[in-house]
């Protein structure tokens, strides 16, 4: 399970990683996504993987640490909105400039006056 | 019950904002003038608040406050020392000022200014005070969020896009953060910061790489905050293109990174942390002379006001960098000064390129002659004063700012570099200044245009002549303010004191109930 799920986390990085490097919005915010998705199996398998134990201590030896389930839960909360945000942001801007490149324009005078 | 009393006061700066936020948002959406009006009340009593918690922090005790009275390291603690009383203090002081100046008129050209203004003071007030690790993730997100809201705020094709990248190098950031959370707790078992700071040095042999890896994450990320070299992309375009008051609070978010670097490399992975003690340290330096060279010649190359005052602050964040590199407490002293220096002046060079740009009609803030602007030599006064505080020439901050990163850096081995870059570097900023402040206000022709005496609103003005006023008095109560830069940087590099007022002196936990 370990080699799984590390094999896991790390395609999905390696995914995300190369569609950030991209030009244009919408591959950027996909590989956002999948980086948040890594980084959440991540911090889950941070409390150690654990099938079948109670998020507890019940006194017994072997527990799943809840912990990392409390905070994994923070972070997709967070991740969810931010992605929202981004989506909207990606959008608007295609609306404004008709063009879906990451890049900022040419700042110049001429296209500040317009 | 007093002493309890005082202590629960520390969480106040992290309500306050919060409720005012909510309240305006819930009661107040669609008047105006309602909002500024508790805007600027809460403001005025976070800056008392903060007065008031500076003043307790003063006498050098560290005080915990446990939300939810649980006890640490199982809840989240806020922390006030003399670092963070300090950091609360400059950003309400900075908030206010900046405030005044937006209701002249930028609050209105997008909706919820005010709101998002307060959301981020609750982020960045609680990433001040927080003592958790986790906790100073989600505080800074709450800042990073109200941030992007207010880059956008009266948006525009060019703002959408800054804003793009502006919320997709923090995201990438901000996974990066959460990835060095996960290693740090997966090794140690806390994301407490005192608890921390007794436990990796306790780390066993095997396990030091990996938290190696995190504590470098968390640096890159902080590096990032604090646009480091080459980090720093992200920083020109998303300043020039917020509004004004936007960028000049701001001004405060860059060092929020060199806060964090401060306190988590000085209470968690400081002298103390056995094999892993100071092991970022050495990267600092290098990034900062680099930091301070990128900013200098972006500072040459500018071509309007707005990549003027962006530059700067990575300029002034490069010597900002130097100083914290010595990690001593010289080196701290200096950098807390600095860093209270260069906040005040960014902001305030923000707002005075605001006042300029919009007298000058369709130039805007471009360096290209134009027709002379109304109000001249009171602008071209606390544009002058701004330019010599930023460049570091007497009277103001930046001159003494400037002397004390010279001196403490006397001793180190680069010595002769840091000396040359830095003394270069003042020269090089000098002639951007003064070419830009010649061509604006010299350079031009024709019919005077702009808001007269008579029709100009004063509050702005005002305001950014409180910031350069607070300048001038870090200049000439430079004594008793080192004094208490000293006191804070003696506290911040002692993590004894913050161990045993989260960890040690508290109440024995409660027997829970079966």
Do not use: C
């Not at chain 2, 972006?298 to 590199?325: C, E, N, P, W, Y």
């Amino acid at each position: 399970m370990e080699l799984l799920v590390a094999s896991a986390i790390g395609l999905i990085t390696a995914v995300g990683v190369y569609l950030i490097l991209q030009q244009r919005t919408f591959p950027i915010v996909v590989g956002l996504t999948l980086l948040s998705y890594a980084v959440n199996i991540f911090l889950f398998a941070a409390g150690r993987l654990a099938v079948n134990q109670p998020p507890i201590l019940t006194g017994a030896d072997a527990y799943a640490d809840p912990l990392p389930q409390a905070l994994v839960l923070t972070a997709i909360v967070i991740s969810f909105g931010m992605t929202a945000l981004i989506v909207v942001l990606a959008l608007r801007g295609f609306l404004e400039t008709e063009t879906d490149s990451a890049d900022i324009p040419p700042d110049d005078l001429k296209a500040d006056k317009r | 019950m007093t002493a309890g009393f005082t202590t629960d006061w520390v969480i106040a700066p992290a309500i306050l904002p919060a409720m005012t936020a909510a309240l305006l948002i819930v009661a107040w959406r669609r008047d105006i003038q309602m909002q500024r009006i508790v805007s600027v009340i809460s403001a005025v009593a976070l800056l008392g608040i903060a007065l008031f918690l500076f003043d307790l922090a003063s006498d050098g005790t560290v005080r915990a406050y446990r939300v939810g009275a649980w006890p640490a390291p199982f809840g989240i603690v806020l922390v006030l020392d003399r670092l963070s009383a300090l950091m609360l203090l400059l950003a309400a002081g900075l908030a206010l000022a900046v405030l005044i100046y937006a209701l002249a008129g930028w609050d209105k050209r997008g909706r919820h200014f005010h709101a998002l203004f307060h959301f981020q003071l609750l982020g960045l007030n609680g990433a001040f005070l927080t003592g958790d690790i986790f906790n100073l993730f989600v505080f800074f997100e709450v800042m990073l969020i109200a941030s992007y809201g207010l880059m956008l705020h009266g948006a525009g094709a060019r703002r959408l896009r800054a804003g793009f990248q502006y919320v997709a190098i923090n995201l990438v950031a901000s996974t990066l953060f959460l990835i060095a959370v996960g290693l740090i707790y997966g090794i140690t078992g806390t994301l407490n910061m005192a608890d921390l700071a007794q436990k990796v040095p306790q780390v066993t042999a095997g396990n030091e790489a990996l938290l190696k890896t995190g504590a470098i994450l968390l640096f890159l990320v902080f590096a990032i905050k604090a646009a480091f070299v080459p980090l720093h992309w992200w920083l020109p375009a998303t300043y020039a293109a917020a509004s004004a008051p936007v960028a000049a609070l701001f001004a405060i978010m860059t060092k929020v990174g060199a806060y964090a670097i401060i306190r988590i490399f000085g209470t968690i992975f400081g002298d103390g942390a056995g094999a892993l003690a100071n092991m970022v340290i050495p990267w600092i330096l290098p990034a900062a002379l680099l930091t301070l060279a990128v900013g200098t010649i972006g500072l040459l190359a500018s071509r309007r006001l707005l990549d003027l005052a962006a530059f700067s602050i990575v300029a002034s964040m490069g010597t900002l960098l130097i100083a914290i590199s010595l990690f001593d407490v010289d080196g701290l002293t200096t950098a807390l000064y600095y860093l209270v220096h260069s906040t005040l002046t960014g902001a305030a060079l923000f707002l005075i390129v605001d006042l300029i740009s919009e007298r000058r009609g369709e130039t805007l803030d471009w360096l290209v002659p134009a027709n002379p602007i109304s109000q001249a030599p009171i602008l071209g006064t606390l544009f002058f004063l701004i330019a010599l505080g930023v460049v570091g020439l007497p009277p103001l901050s930046g001159f003494i700012g400037k002397l004390m990163v010279l001196d403490a850096t006397y001793e180190t081995p680069h010595v002769w570099l840091i000396w040359a870059l830095v003394l270069v570097a003042s020269l090089m900023m000098t002639i951007s200044f003064a070419r830009a402040g010649s061509v604006v206000f010299w350079k031009t022709d024709g019919r005077t245009t702009g808001a007269t005496w008579a029709t100009a609103a004063i509050a702005p003005m005002a305001a950014v002549a409180v910031l350069v006023t607070a300048s001038a008095a870090l200049s000439v109560f430079a004594g008793p303010a080192v004094e208490v830069f000293h006191a804070t940087a003696v506290q911040a590099l002692d993590p004894a004191g913050y161990i045993d007022a989260v960890l040690t002196s508290q109440p024995a936990a409660q027997p829970t109930g079966q």
